[in-house]
């Protein structure tokens, strides 16, 4: 059973905010799912080479042109707040 | 003649020949809309005005006598985390309740320039987390079959607008079993595509290296048709494959299918056991051939599953800050936006999964879990290399049980992941799949799975029209 204070911390670093009953059925939760995940434990050992990419598909990446983007004002204005078609951010430092 | 119930096929020779408009079909599954979706609640907003400007256009191309694409002027349905510009997109969280969407996705782009008609989106669990729909913030789809009934998940919303006749298709995400699961559920076809075969471009992410787009249809045809129309490489998605779909007939003859014993194990409904192994008979004393196969590691799919996806979902939904866009709680210090626009803007499910995320990827407990699922995926995956060596396809079940009631499993998370274990390696190995209508438990619809090798949608898809024809 993972504590209370575990969920909490998990909870910082996830930035959620989580009411008393939250913290409550999500140490029942993700109690239970991670007593789950521990079968993991019995699967076949590998060895490190063979532990690739998620997905084996040859990646193609474009190529890095600018390109005249119409979409600006309608990305800025599903912003909460703005200045001069900038997305307004509170203070960080 | 009921416009609604025709397949796209159909749909386009009716309209070739003049027998009705795009405008009448489009009417018709409007109205349709109008008098059932009340009850079943698939849609999440209907475009009634753009749907029919749209089949107008077509009916003048069809006036001036202009060649017609397959599916242009036929109406469809989009799952509500794929985006169509101008309209809402919510992935069906409070989050992102209000947000309008300022692109079109490439396989909606790819819809709109064939002339399809888009009559709205459809409800989903929230950001596409879960087997039955009900996570959705926004409402609760009911199974059109059973309406006390889930409709399976998470694009429960359009297979159950298909299902009802209030589409003639639509568009699904599939990330462990979103497109199989609830057409096995509500009687249809789905299709998830083999990774890389269709853009995910403008799909809002769940888990990035499972996610896929595909269809969910009235028969397996259809299925063809809109594959074919949707995939392809995308500059925009550069995890898509340069792959040509090309058409194949498959002689029953000289196919052998795979049935994994990993696949019929406890848990499995016996009445769901029996209609699989009838169907799968079915082939067999057609002149299939039946070849047992083993897929080991599936016994830790699930577990590798939910740690992956988990994992890549809490990364994914790090960017509803409440500062770019979505809900957004004001606060004089930043860190409160963050943690009170997240805390009010994402339900139950999302939460959960952020968090066993964040869990499995912290300092301490990646080694265990994360870096562990990523090496079981290897494991899953050399064990469909190695099957594939021996057969074409592998069948099986989708979800070891009908559909359940509402509320069943709400409450206990892990039981409903259970519900996923026969399609979550599809996903971990980057397959395809296939959910075919094969049989019903009352009134109960029950679909069996076809996988195949990667880009191999062309043998699952003859395999399953050959199949469909016998059942019906």
Redesign the interface.
Known sequence: MISKDE?KH??K???????EK?IE??QK??S???D??N??????K?SAK???L?????????KDEVEISN?QD??VA????EKNGY?K????L | MDLTSLTIKQAHEGLKNGDFTSVDLTKAYLKNIKKLDKEINAYLSVDESGALEQAKKVDEKIAKGQELSLLSGVPCAVKDNIMVDGQKCTAASKMLEKYTATYDATVVKKLKELGAVILGKTNLDEFAFGSSTENSALKTTKNPHDLTRVPGGSSGGSAAAVAANMACFALGSDTGCSIRNPASFCGISGLKTTYGAVSRYGLIASASSLDQIGPLTKNVEDAKIVFQAIHGRDKMDLTTADYNFNETTVDLNSLKIGVPKEYFSKGLDPEVEKIIRDAIEKLERIGAKIVKVSLPSCEFALACYYIIQTSEASANLARFDGIRYGLSTQDEDILNVYLKSRGKGLGAEAKRRIMLGTYCLSSGYYDAYYKKAQEIRQLIKKDFKKAFEAVDLIMGPVVPFPAFKIGEKLDDPLSMYLADIYTVPVNLAGLPGFSLPVGRIDNLPVGLQIIGNHFEENKILSVASQLEKMIE
């Open positions: 969920v998990i909870a670093l996830a930035r959620l905010e989580l009411t939250e059925k999500m939760d993700l239970e799912i991670l789950y995940f079968l993991l434990k019995r699967a076949d590998l063979e532990t690739g998620a997905q084996e598909g040859k990646m193609i990446p474009r979409g309608k990305i599903a912003a909460p707040d997305i951010v509170k203070t960080i």
